[in-house]
């Protein structure tokens, strides 16, 4: 059927037009717009329940019934868990006395890309040169707690002496346990300071200190933010 006859049949009958350009006739299922010179702007037919679909596209074809009652996860143990990680962490914690339950203690480096430089971070392990200017050997240092990275290479004389200084104030606080009561080697504690020794349950050994250059940097944005 064309579309425009049917519109000149229609104007002709006694169909009017309207302010917006559309027929007034009632009985017209159609919804369409013309212009003064008879030239067909859009025509919208009445829907026949058919999905249309432009180009090569995916049919709609949304089905919400798969049964999702029995797939749904839940945490009710949730309080339970808490308090087992809390049990398994006090006795990890007594396992390992005396020694720090935060593990091996780490060095203090600066996070990658110009965005997070400004931050100091804990870092794998120190590296060979750090252990050599703090005088301890690369051997030694895994067996008193000290995590080592021989991967790790040195870019500044700042972060090799602050690592060193790190170290130098690690072991001021050593406290060395003998491996056998009855055989106590040179570089081992004496009794009267493995009498005060206790362990260390804080999260981590020596934490990590931000330097001023960061602490200016956070400062000026949480001004900025409260400007804007």
Same mark, same amino acid.
């Given at each position: 059927m064309? %579309? =425009? $006859? +049917?519109? +000149?049949?229609?104007?002709?009958?006694g169909g009017g037009m309207s302010v917006l350009g559309k027929p007034s006739c009632a009985t017209c299922p159609c919804d369409v717009a013309i212009s003064n010179c008879g030239r067909l702007i859009y $025509? =919208?037919?009445?829907?026949? +329940?058919?999905? %249309? %679909?432009?180009?090569?596209?995916?049919?709609p074809n949304q089905h919400f019934r798969k049964g999702w009652q029995t797939r749904v996860k839940t945490w009710f143990d949730q309080p339970g868990a808490k308090k087992t990680r809390r049990v398994n962490r006090i006795k990890k914690a007594a396992l390992i006395a005396p020694r720090p339950v935060d593990g091996l203690f780490r060095p203090a480096v600066r996070a990658p890309t110009v965005r997070y430089n400004l931050k100091m971070r804990a870092g794998r392990g120190f590296s060979l040169d750090e252990l050599k200017a703090a005088g301890i050997n690369r051997k030694e240092a895994r067996t008193i707690g000290i995590s080592v990275d021989h991967r790790r290479k040195n870019r500044s004389v700042e972060g090799l002496e602050s690592n060193a200084a790190r170290l130098a104030e690690y072991k001021s606080k050593l406290i060395l346990f003998p491996r056998k009561l009855n055989r106590v080697k040179k570089a081992d504690s004496d009794k009267a300071t493995l009498a005060t020794a206790t362990q260390v349950t804080v999260s981590t050994v020596l934490p990590i200190v931000q330097d001023e250059r960061h602490r200016f940097v956070a400062a000026l944005l949480r001004a900025l933010g409260e400007i804007k």
């Open positions: 064309d %579309v =425009r $006859a +049917g519109l +000149g049949e229609q104007l002709s009958s $025509a =919208r037919l009445p829907w026949n +329940g058919s999905i %249309v %679909v432009s180009h090569n596209n995916v049919l």
